[in-house]
């Protein structure tokens, strides 16, 4: 039985807060995604092992895992404003770094740390949306918030591989620097944090350690992202092994999944609304992620070549539905308090996982093939459905 929540007008603020929060993090995912981009260009030409380019790929994201709580618990204390410009501004410096300091390594010393200053807007641009819209249009707000990682994806897959492979790849950083340089501008005029109830009497109770629910939540999220890093970090050169398709084709191919999975997360978010619930939908995409990966798996093994782009698209969309759902859960079960450092720690979870994936199934691929990689990873998505919790939580 749907819960329904009651019908509160939205800010017109809001709409501009949420703007702003999914231009920073699309800044921020547009950098930390540089180095995925980068692999059929240090692989197929250069004759990096994929392995090793993955670790490379992955740095951005240990990065992301050593700063998330810490940048949560600066905006549960100082607010989101500055939290979000000032961690922009010093990601566009590592941008300037890896492209001033030649070499692999150094490329991935500035992309460790650029990862770390790019975690602010993760931690931030959720209490934003939470912050500033109503509990019946968070599904919808947060899944537009959500568009801001696809969509900074695009911009990599779309700008990367070329430049990469006509300038180098130090050149790949200039767009990123660019847009992360002007967005911590816009957001330290523009953004302004969000309203706050008074503080009760006596201290706030920890979420977690009043029930399951945020921990259950974190433990899904970390299953289903590894369905969504794979499919990221080596969509594009399984797309040029399998489909036969040129770097230039396939870059077009896993931009328009990242486009359709923007999409994809605001249709569940205003489903959720809808409903009254996320973790339902939760647990029907989790069903979902593990179904569309074995498929993907057998046009691999059925050399079913042309319909190869069509099962990744599919997969990709799938893979990205529930991150909406489960930030808006983990914003309303925490409460005002503790949502900084409780999507801090959401966000920690899932790249801690994130950042293994690279080289884990870079490893499994070179020692087992893509479709048996394939069906391995479609394991994390099972295992997640029985840890859904039967029903939503919310702070007062």
């Not at 009254?276 to 029907?284: E, K, P, Y």
Request: positive net charge; aromatic residues 6%; charged residues 10%.
């Amino acid at each position: 039985m749907s819960v329904q929540t009651e019908s509160i007008t939205t800010p017109a603020k809001a709409w501009g807060m949420l703007v702003l929060g999914v231009s920073a993090q699309t800044a921020g995912t547009a950098f930390v995604s540089v180095p995925a981009f980068l692999i059929p260009e240090l692989h197929t030409k250069l004759g990096m092992p994929l392995a090793q380019a993955g670790f490379l790929a992955a740095a951005p994201t240990v990065g992301m895992v050593l700063t998330l709580i810490a940048w949560g618990a600066l905006a549960d204390i100082f607010g989101e404003r500055w939290v979000i410009s000032s961690g922009l501004a010093l990601t566009a410096l590592a941008a300037l770094g890896a492209i001033l300091v030649p070499g692999y390594v150094s490329l991935g010393i500035f992309g460790l740390l650029g990862g770390a200053a790019a975690a602010s807007s993760n931690a931030a641009s959720g209490r934003v949306v939470v912050g500033w819209f109503p509990r019946n249009r968070r599904g919808l707000a947060m899944g537009i918030r959500q568009m801001s990682q696809p969509l900074g994806v695009t911009v990599a897959a779309l700008s990367v591989p070329a430049i990469a492979a006509g300038h180098g790849a130090a050149a790949a950083m200039v767009l990123p620097m660019a847009l992360n340089c002007v967005l911590a501008i816009a957001c330290g005029i523009g953004i302004a944090n969000p309203p706050r109830p008074a503080p009760k009497q006596g201290s706030t109770p920890n979420p977690y350690r009043t029930g399951s629910f945020l921990w259950r939540i974190h433990a899904v999220s970390v299953l289903l992202v590894i369905p969504q890093f794979t499919l990221n970090t080596f969509g594009l050169v399984w797309l040029i092994a399998v489909a036969g398709m040129g770097s230039l084709d396939a870059g077009l191919v896993v931009s328009a999944a990242q486009v359709a999975g923007a999409v994809g997360r605001i249709v569940v978010g205003v489903w959720s609304d809808r409903i009254g619930s996320r973790v339902r939908i939760l647990r029907w995409v989790a069903a979902a992620a593990a179904l569309t990966m074995v498929l993907a798996a057998l046009t691999d093994i059925a050399s079913l070549r042309p319909v190869a782009a069509i099962a990744f698209v599919v997969a990709s969309v799938v893979s990205v539905a529930d991150n909406g759902l489960a930030f808006t859960s983990v914003a309303e079960a925490s409460g005002p308090a503790w949502s900084g450092k409780a999507l801090g720690a959401q966000n920690t979870g899932q790249f801690l996982v994130a950042s293994a994936v690279a080289p884990t199934v870079g490893a499994l691929v070179a020692g087992l093939g893509y479709p048996l990689a394939f069906c391995l990873v479609a394991i994390a998505p099972l295992a997640a459905i029985p840890l859904v919790p039967a029903r939503d939580a919310h702070a007062e």
